[in-house]
């Protein structure tokens, strides 16, 4: 056997494991049968996840807040505040698990989740080669649904995104292989169940809440078998909504369009692939203000977590501006968390005194802005 007879008989045994392992995944994905129903709960339990970096800067000033509007529900215990410790960098690096198994386990007796950004080491850091905590608790829990809303009233714009939030690039990110010194390579999973519940998801959102045109976003011109078949699926369920208008575009030309004046007023709901929803979301609040002023919600059947689009901005921390961290991305996140759990009323109440919040102040996370517990004192003024 010659060098590279060896060297591909040692690969398709790796590969043969992991078409397994998503075969078998894709299979389960058929059979997802528990639903959390807010309603029959008799306490609907919070974890509360500071995270790292700034994360615990923006959680205090959430938690203060929470605290405050939901003082009855907290009393009566309809409603717990649960803080789940040990989800930090330096927990995660000295047991090396991404996410510590005894931090799963009090997640999971959780309902929803308010999550802080936690810090991925990178590879030159000393620190053990984790995984992205987001991206473990995501597939864990099997959150997949990745809804962010962008919101410019002065401007027209009212987009929300759904994100695939399980599959693509991110199934086997961390199980690419580097083949040799001249060979790298990754994988990106596409599966039936997994593209009609993201699809679904959001045509059911549109339908809902009155929005008239859904968009498709993927790169199906170029990966043919994976976005081709979310294109090919994402048409199919938009066959049950004929009175919403379906049309697809190329994630290139999407980044294009959002910037485009002309025409980006016009989009209302998209559906991505979770790389292209991870990219596209980014500029999307950025357009918005900044990737600080912006909300995700991680939505699975069971489970969800909601969270600020960005990550830990260890440069902020560097540079010691951590105090300056702008709550309102993870506020926004706890806007979603209360619908979510069915408090419609304390979503908007809270979702007005941050809007009021963030036009009174300037949170340019510079050492002149304002800081996150000056944020919250104007949300508690406006609430
Ligand atoms: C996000 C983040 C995450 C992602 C990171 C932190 C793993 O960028 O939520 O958009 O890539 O999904
Ligand atoms: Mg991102």
Excluded at 59 to 80: C, H, P, R, Y
Excluded at 232 to 243: F, H, I, Q, T
Excluded at 268 to 297: H, K, M, R, W
């Amino acid at each position: 056997m010659n060098q590279n007879s060896k060297i591909n008989a040692e690969y398709l045994q790796i590969f043969d494991k992991l078409i397994t392992a998503q075969l078998d995944r894709a299979e389960r994905l058929k059979h997802d049968e528990c639903f959390t129903d807010f309603t029959s709960l008799e306490k609907i339990i919070v974890g509360i996840i500071p995270g790292d970096g700034i994360g615990p800067v923006i959680m205090t000033e959430a938690v203060k807040i929470l605290n405050i509007l939901l003082k009855d529900e907290l009393e009566s215990g309809k409603i717990e505040l649960r803080p789940i410790d040990g989800l930090t960098l330096e927990h995660r690096a000295a047991t090396g698990e991404t996410v510590p198994k005894e931090v799963l386990a009090a997640i999971q007796r959780c309902h929803v989740l308010l999550k802080g950004p936690t810090t991925t080491p990178d590879k030159n850091s000393g620190l053990p080669n984790l995984e992205s905590a987001n991206v473990t608790l995501r597939k864990e829990l099997d959150l997949f649904a990745n809804v962010r809303p962008v919101s410019i009233p002065e401007l027209g714009i009212d987009w929300t995104f759904y994100r695939e939030n399980t599959e693509g690039e991110y199934s086997l990110g961390s199980s690419g292989i580097a083949v040799s010194d001249d060979l790298s390579v990754d994988f990106k999973v596409t599966t039936t169940a997994g593209t009609m519940r993201i699809a679904r998801a959001a045509f059911e959102f549109a339908k809902a809440n009155g929005k008239t045109r859904v968009s498709i976003v993927t790169k199906a011109n170029i990966m043919k078998k994976t976005d081709g078949k979310f294109l090919d699926l994402c048409y199919r369920v938009a066959k049950e909504y004929p009175k919403i208008k379906t049309d697809d575009w190329y994630v290139d030309i999407m980044a294009a369009n959002l910037v485009n004046p002309e025409i980006r007023a016009d989009f209302q709901v998209f559906i991505l692939p979770n790389l292209y929803g991870d990219i596209i979301t980014d500029e999307a609040a950025q357009i918005q203000g900044g990737v600080g002023t912006a909300g995700s919600a991680n939505v699975g059947s069971r489970y969800a977590m909601f969270e600020a689009i960005h990550g830990s901005a260890p440069r902020m921390v560097a540079d010691g501006l951590a105090d300056k961290a702008n709550p309102a991305s993870i506020l926004k996140a706890a806007v979603m968390l209360l619908r979510h759990i069915g408090r419609p009323e304390k979503a908007d109440r809270l979702d007005r005194a941050v809007n009021a919040a963030s036009s009174l102040l300037d949170m340019t996370g510079t050492p002149e802005s304002s800081s996150a517990a000056e944020f919250s004192d104007a949300v508690l003024s406006n609430l």
